[in-house]
Nanobody
């Protein structure tokens, strides 16, 4: 059974940091590209960051580049999103997505991130 479980969200003040984790099981993690998306209330889900299977190539939403870092640990079958210098506009539910090339992949249930003073 495929599972993706996000954790690490919470309430943080502007300028603070959070580290999201996406623990996976039920598929060959090392064969999948990993992505993070987010969805704020009333808005469409948007791409945040991606990392390819080997971890050597990453891509970011322009507004988070330089503040967020995506990584993956194939041995632990876990993906991460380190978020620094958080802003109120980063408030959203963050979702992990595991993608095998050519498929829509698997999704987790998300973890809430709220940036507020």
């Amino acid at each position: 059974q495929v599972q993706l479980v996000e954790s690490g969200g919470g309430l943080v003040q502007p300028g603070g940091s959070l580290r999201l984790s996406c623990a996976t099981s039920g598929f060959i993690f090392s064969n999948f590209n990993m992505k993070w998306y987010r969805q704020a209330p009333g808005k469409e889900r948007e791409f945040v960051a991606s990392i390819e299977t080997t971890g050597r190539r990453t891509n970011y939403l322009d507004s988070v580049r330089g503040r967020f870092t995506i990584s993956k640990d194939n041995a632990k079958k876990t993906a991460y999103l380190q978020m620094n210098n958080l802003k109120p506009e980063d408030t959203a539910r963050y979702y992990c997505n595991a993608v095998y090339p050519g498929t829509s992949g698997y999704w987790g249930q998300g973890t809430q991130v709220t940036v507020s003073s």
